[in-house]
């Protein structure tokens, strides 16, 4: 098909412009919009909390399971086909899940997801990026990772409204159609290779903050031998699982103190405003200032975020809602660019596709846990003072991480 857009020396940025809009809408609607609907769902099936956030274990982890193999599927079929299978995917779950009578159909369901989640994740992104960007990766990486804050910030309100006016199952019915116009705005705008079109990525060969030498002959062995590998990993999964939470929780965190639905889905509009300003901003920052000091900064903010939650009080829950999503945006992304600027190269689709393993596994045990200590223990206390330990321990290590970076070497 023809571009919409001529390509140009510069489409590198209409194509980071276009995963923006992707990830806006599809984890607007798999991260955020789906937690609107579950004080609508607890009522009408009458499960527990641990019992309907035993969904995100199950999406996050098959998510990072299908992350891996995307990664490997996306360099032989190209991303576009990926993106497009997930798109698919995800309209057709949330078609099904307006018909579910049962708690297991949901997890069945969310296996689905995994795969749209997937489809439409940092590891495909991370291999457009590095295909149209030389220069300039990690302001690009910023910018589109801000599209899943943009997609979360926008998308509860009028989620919540169309539940309001037509009841939870025919609006989910109703988000069902926004896969599909996503994938026709994806067909006119999403190119292949620049060197397809007579075109050269943007800029030249650039070392940013975060990035690292690769040296030749490097194996898969070799990476996985790596403590620096292990460390990223490490860093990622205690902040993924403290995101996590926060993320799926904060819906019901503020509807048990009494706020009513429209300022409950607000809660989760400002978490991801703010992780809108830190994913926009803290690829640039990066690119202008150590990038291991602007991501133990960007962690730093949101320990304090989720501490301010964890105290409870009505001075500090909304402030510690804007500082949560500041710093887990920021920290979010310096995760990726990390990834992506030390360990680039043939391997780069495995490596991202474990490391988001990691995180979704993360992730969905910190949604879970969320969930079985607020049941435990009637309140969301011992909860979010786990999470704030684990933010704790992420920047601990990312100290720890910034004192030992080196090269690597193949062995």
């Known amino acids: 098909m023809r571009p919409l857009i001529p390509v140009g020396p510069r489409y590198g940025w209409v194509v980071a412009g276009t995963l923006t809009v992707l990830l806006a809408v599809s984890h607007g609607l798999l991260s955020t919009g789906i937690s609107v609907f579950d004080a609508a769902i607890l009522a009408d099936l009458h499960i527990s909390r641990a019992a309907l956030k035993l969904r995100d274990v199950v999406q996050l982890f098959t998510g990072g399971l299908w992350a891996m193999a995307i990664g490997f599927a996306a360099d032989r079929l190209g991303p576009r086909v990926v993106i497009y299978a997930g798109l698919v995917a995800l309209g057709t779950a949330l078609l099904g899940y307006g018909y579910v009578t049962d708690v297991r159909q949901i997890y069945a369901l969310h296996l689905l997801l995994a795969f749209a989640y997937s489809s439409c994740h940092v590891v495909v992104v991370l291999l457009v990026l590095t295909r149209w960007f030389a220069q300039r990766r990690s302001t690009a990486l910023g910018i589109i990772l801000a599209g899943e804050s943009l997609g979360g910030s926008i998308l509860p309100p009028i989620i919540a409204r169309l539940i309001g006016d037509a009841g939870w199952r025919e609006a989910m019915h109703l988000l069902a159609l926004m896969p599909l116009a996503l994938a026709v705005t994806l067909l006119l705008l999403l190119r292949g290779r620049p060197e397809n079109y007579g075109q050269i990525p943007i800029g030249g060969v650039a070392r940013t903050a975060l990035e690292a030498p690769v040296a030749a002959g490097m194996t898969m062995r070799d990476y996985l031998r790596s403590g620096e590998v292990w460390l990223v990993l490490a860093i990622g999964a205690t902040l993924f699982y403290a995101g996590g939470g926060v993320a799926a929780h904060s819906y019901l965190y503020f509807s048990d103190r009494g706020f009513d639905p429209a300022w409950a889905a607000t ?13 926009s901003s803290s690829g640039y920052l990066s690119e202008r200032w150590p990038g291991l000091t602007v991501w133990a900064a960007f962690q730093a903010t949101m320990l304090v975020g989720v501490a301010c939650l964890t105290i409870a009080t009505p001075l500090s829950i909304w402030p510690g809602v804007a500082l949560f999503g500041l710093g887990w945006g920021g920290s979010y992304t310096l995760t990726q660019a990390a990834i992506m600027e030390r360990f680039k190269g043939p391997y780069l689709g495995r490596l991202s596709g474990l490391i988001v393993l990691v995180e979704g596994i993360a992730a969905g045990l910190g949604s879970y846990m969320g969930g079985l200590l607020h049941d435990m223990t009637g309140s969301y ?9 684990s933010v704790a321990v992420a920047l601990m290590l990312t100290r720890l991480l910034s004192r030992s970076v080196r090269p690597l070497r193949s062995r």
Not at 382 to 389: D, G, P, R
Request: hydrophobic residues 60%; proline residues 0%; aromatic residues 14%.
């Open 267 to 279: 809660s989760l509009s400002l978490i991801f405003a703010g992780a809108f300003l830190g994913k």
């Open 381 to 389: 206390t011992t909860a979010y003072l786990a999470m704030t330990a």
